[in-house]
T-cell receptor, first 115, second 109 residues
Framework: DAGVTQSPTHLIKTRGQQVTLRCSPK?????VSWYQQALGQGPQFIFQ???????QRGNFPDRFSGHQFPNYSSELNVNALWLGDSALYLC??????????????FGPGTRLTVL | DAKTTQPNSMESNEEEPVHLPCNHS???????IHWYRQLPSQGPEYVIH???SNVNNRMASLAIAEDRKSSTLILHRATLRDAAVYYC??????????FGAGTRLTVKP
């Protein structure tokens, strides 16, 4: 089992550009969450996808959008990049079931630098 | 939103127990208490979780106060590989986790 994989590992963009980050969940998982982690801070929840729809969303502008595919993989898109978007972007997968708790498995992240 | 409060940093000696505290005075009755840790250059990894009772697993123990307003993560014998940032998180709405700044644990040989 490869676990959660993310691509690319690193990315450099300039202000105003658009970026797409990709995530493949752990085998058997159906839910993908995205987080932004600025340097020295904890991860901040962006949104979560389940059954190809956005299920929950954190306090992020609509420049941040996502997609989930039928195979459960997911993309995070960020438009009109700001310098402040420079961060580690983490993807986490889980299995959304009837029970109240599900462990999340995190990928290694994509380091985005905006110049 | 209920929040957690943790010390910014803690130090421990190798092979000694470590008690990492977390305050969550505004926790609601259905919130789960999670602990994740993040090793350098890695994504966070699950450590343990609980609701009301104390919990043990192969990595750690979780002691939850009777009023649930605080909890303590216990590493029974710290190793150098346990050096990481430890996050105490309250779960909302199944899978919507809000991380704080965490506690940076340094383990000295």
């Amino acid at each position: 089992d490869a676990g959660v994989t993310q691509s690319p590992t690193h990315l450099i963009k300039t202000r105003g550009q658009q970026v797409t980050l990709r995530c493949s969940p752990k085998s058997g998982h159906d839910t993908v969450s995205w987080y932004q982690q600025a340097l020295g801070q904890g991860p901040q929840f962006i949104f979560q996808y389940y059954e190809e729809e956005e299920r929950q969303r954190g306090n992020f502008p609509d420049r941040f959008s996502g997609h989930q595919f039928p195979n459960y993989s997911s993309e995070l898109n960020v438009n009109a990049l700001w310098l402040g978007d420079s961060a580690l972007y983490l993807c986490a997968s889980s299995l959304l079931a009837a029970r109240a708790y599900n462990e999340q498995f995190f990928g290694p992240g994509t380091r985005l630098t905006v110049l | 939103d209920a929040k957690t409060t943790q010390p910014n940093s803690m130090e421990s000696n190798e092979e000694e127990p470590v008690h990492l505290p977390c305050n969550h005075s505004t926790i609601s009755g259905t919130d789960y208490i999670h602990w994740y840790r993040q090793l350098p250059s890695q994504g966070p990894e699950y450590v343990i979780h609980g609701l009301t009772s104390n919990v043990n697993n192969r990595m750690a123990s979780l002691a939850i106060a009777e009023d649930r307003k605080s909890s303590t993560l216990i590493l029974h014998r710290a190793t150098l590989r346990d050096a990481a940032v430890y996050y105490c998180i309250l779960q909302y709405n199944n899978n919507d986790m809000r991380f704080g700044a965490g506690t940076r644990l340094t383990v000295k040989p």
